[in-house]
């Protein structure tokens, strides 16, 4: 099984600064790697999958890189919407199909 | 509108067993694989099984198999998961989602991802 870990646990940050979150995979997934976005009583929402390409309606702020087993999602000039948990997924050694534990960004 | 809707969910003594059901509308539910992933209150998210979209394959995660079975309708646009012997650790939210797929550019392999997401149902196993 693929283990995912995030980092850091939390991040408190101002609007209108930038985020980096970092995903690290046990073992090489390649680029099949997705991010999503949850907020506090909402279902998780996809942001990027393959490492880098943004889902359908993200906004250009969000940007994912990253390949082997070091992935990075880093959000430009942070939102009020874009507080909440972000998890990374890896997709190319299933099944299973594994999350990361999260990462939280919260406001400074 | 694209959407999924989970239903089901419930209170149940550990040992009891519960029925999730979820219905997708917007799109063709039958061309796509399917997913409950569960989120335990507080947690991150924990895939639980999948089912490919014509039913032929399915996988389950460890903690699941033998007690948990997916199944699915296509003619009804449903997706279930019969839910067997439940523990306390089995409390949570349970969300099914989309299984899709994109050819990586350039390559011969596919990316997956969950791009549909219901907005879940709470099962609590509790005496």
């Known amino acids: 099984e693929v283990v995912m870990t995030q980092s850091p646990v939390s991040l408190s940050v101002s609007p209108g600064e930038s985020a980096t979150l970092s995903c690290r995979a046990s073992q090489g997934i390649s680029d099949n790697l997705a991010w999503y976005q949850q907020k506090p009583g909402q279902a998780p929402r996809l942001l990027i999958y393959g490492a880098s390409t943004r889902a359908t309606g993200v906004p250009p702020r969000f940007s994912g890189s990253g390949s082997g087993t070091e992935f990075t999602l880093t959000i430009n000039s942070l939102q009020s919407e874009d507080f909440g948990f972000y998890y990374c997924q890896q997709y190319n050694n299933w099944p299973p199909v594994t999350f990361g534990p999260g990462t939280e960004v919260d406001m400074k | 509108q694209v959407g999924l809707v989970e239903s089901g969910g419930g209170v149940v003594q550990p040992g009891g067993s519960l029925r999730l059901s979820c219905e997708g509308s917007g799109f063709t539910f039958s061309i796509f694989g399917m997913n409950w992933v569960r989120q335990i209150p507080g947690k991150g998210l924990e895939w639980v099984a999948f089912i490919r979209y014509d039913g032929t394959i399915k996988y389950y995660a460890d903690s699941v198999r033998g007690r948990f079975t997916i199944s699915r309708d296509n003619s009804k646009n449903t997706l279930d998961l019969q839910m067997n012997s439940l523990r306390p650790e089995d409390t949570g939210r349970y969300y099914c989602?989309?299984?899709?797929?994109?050819?990586?550019?350039?390559?011969?392999?596919?990316?997956?991802?969950?791009?549909?997401w219901g907005k879940g149902t709470t099962v609590t196993v509790s005496s």
């Open positions: 989602a989309s299984h899709r797929r994109s050819l990586a550019p350039g390559f011969s392999y596919y990316y997956y991802y969950m791009d549909v």
